[in-house]
């Protein structure tokens, strides 16, 4: 046999042992039992997560919430969280039913790229949920005019359309790629594509957003600081009191994203290789738990949300809700 024979099938023969040795100390292949807690778990926030977020749509439809723009603005992002959890979850309980080391490639480009579009729309939704807030607070008469139909549908729009732009080119292997990782058991970035993409993915459709939406915040909270005086003699239906209000709510609902998405990205950036598999799936795990949380928050911290929820649930619907005077998408100020 030919050297450059010999040297080509020593080759192929350590890379495929090298392949079979990393598979072999895969560490869920002796606790196949985590993996069945896994499953679970997805399952269950698979469930709570897709109702509430169903619910929080509809009970805004059926409700004159339908009429206010921060509600619209929280319905758009509500349908993207019921999208992710009736997309995605489901994926990933059956990758972990079947414990394997392959998966179609066909399959992690499409679960890539449905997963990281869905992330960039919640992310943009809560970046123009921000933005309508500080002009709520801060400048009112542009608040108002954004708040105009054809400004705030586009804004929508562009929320929904924007990260297509960074996971179309992946899913469809021209730049960057997807694919599966069998250390964690999921469908994320192929580290021996181009790497530009999810550089570029993850500055501009995580960092940027949430500077731009520390921004907005830190801006209300100068506001608020600076009319401390004239707080006193607000009462609770004065509309800059709601208005702050419902600031408050909405930073929270950014904060649990935050918590839920920053250690995900922090450690897709830092670990490319997955040396730390535990570390990807908890952090995973978490981004889901926090997802399910959005209908308790609105519930917790907002008396409109509540009465909306209960209605809707009870069967006691508006079917032609009152457009209340406050709530109109031209001038309304809060809930």
């Known amino acids: 046999m030919p050297v450059e024979h010999i040297s080509t099938l020593a080759v192929v ?103 990281y579009t869905l992330v960039g729309v919640i992310m943009l939704n809560l970046s123009a949920i921000a933005l309508y807030r500080y002009l709520n607070v801060v400048h009112i008469k542009q608040y108002r005019n954004m708040s105009s139909g054809k400004i705030l549908f586009t804004t929508i729009v562009f929320c929904w359309m924007i990260p297509l732009i960074f996971t179309i080119p992946p899913s469809l292997k021209l730049w960057g790629s997807f694919t599966f990782q069998p250390s964690i058991l999921a469908c994320t970035f192929d580290v021996t594509a181009d790497g530009s993409n999810r550089i570029i993915m993850v500055t501009l459709g995580f960092i940027v957003p949430c500077l731009f939406i520390v921004y907005c915040y830190a801006r209300i909270g100068i506001a608020a600081f600076q009319s401390f005086k004239r707080m006193s003699r607000w009462n609770n239906n004065n509309p800059q009191s709601k208005a702050l209000k419902l600031s408050g709510m909405m930073l929270c609902i950014f904060f649990i994203f935050f918590l839920g998405t920053f250690p995900y990205f922090v450690l897709n950036v830092t670990d490319k290789r997955f040396k730390y598999p535990i570390h990807h799936i908890w952090t995973t795990m978490m981004g889901w738990l926090l997802y399910t949380l959005n209908p308790v928050v609105y519930t917790l911290m907002d008396n409109n949300f509540r009465t909306a929820y209960k209605n809707f649930l009870v069967g006691d619907c508006e079917a032609h809700p009152v457009r209340h005077h406050s709530s109109r998408l031209s001038r309304g100020t809060s809930l």
């Open 13 to 115: 023969t350590n890379t495929t042992e090298d392949t079979k040795t990393a598979m072999q100390e895969l560490w869920w292949e002796e606790n196949t039992e985590i993996l069945v807690t896994l499953e679970v778990l997805v399952i269950i926030l698979c469930i709570l997560g897709s109702s509430g977020n169903l619910i929080t749509v509809l009970a805004i439809i059926f409700s004159s919430l339908r009429y206010n723009v921060n509600c619209i603005l929280i319905g758009s992002q509500s349908t993207a969280g019921f999208l992710y959890c009736v997309l995605i979850l489901p994926m990933q309980a059956f990758v972990f039913h079947r414990q394997t080391h392959e998966m179609e490639q066909s399959f992690c480009l499409a679960a890539g790229g449905i997963r």
